[in-house]
């Protein structure tokens, strides 16, 4: 249990550390407990660091969706961010009283917990 927690505390460094050039917003400020003798978190407390945690699990796990799906999708869910790869739009702009659905894709995505760091429901989209 211990080599699992800094094994994704370590993840959480590495991604912490790629976004350090820039400064992003933080998001909806989430309560995180901390257990005694451990630094607590959130330890993605924004989008840059999930994207970075996402891009190095995805781009591992399912590389050709770089260039098949290559705009990366972020929702602030409270208490994870929900993260996921999808095509470049190619549907018209739709017309007055017109509503334009998309659904699936084949896009890999998961969930970033934001405390934690945890990563989970990692799956492609139907």
């Not at 989008?47 to 050709?64: E, L, S």
């Not at 260039?67 to 869910?77: N, W």
């Amino acid at each position: 249990m211990a080599l699992q927690w800094l094994g994704q505390l370590a993840l959480v460094a590495a991604a912490s550390a790629a976004c350090l050039t820039s400064t992003p917003a933080l998001a909806e400020p989430v309560s995180c407990e901390k257990e005694p003798g451990y630094v607590g978190g959130p330890y993605v407390a924004n989008r840059q660091v999930a994207i970075a945690i996402f891009k190095a699990i995805a781009d591992t796990i399912a590389p050709d969706q770089v260039r098949s799906h290559p705009v990366i999708a972020v929702e602030d869910e409270g208490d994870h961010w929900s993260v996921w790869r999808r095509q470049r739009s190619t549907a018209p702009a739709p017309k007055a009283n017109e509503v334009i659905v998309t659904m699936g894709g084949g896009g890999l995505g998961m969930s970033i917990n934001k405390c934690t760091g945890t990563v989970s429901e990692v799956a492609f989209s139907r």
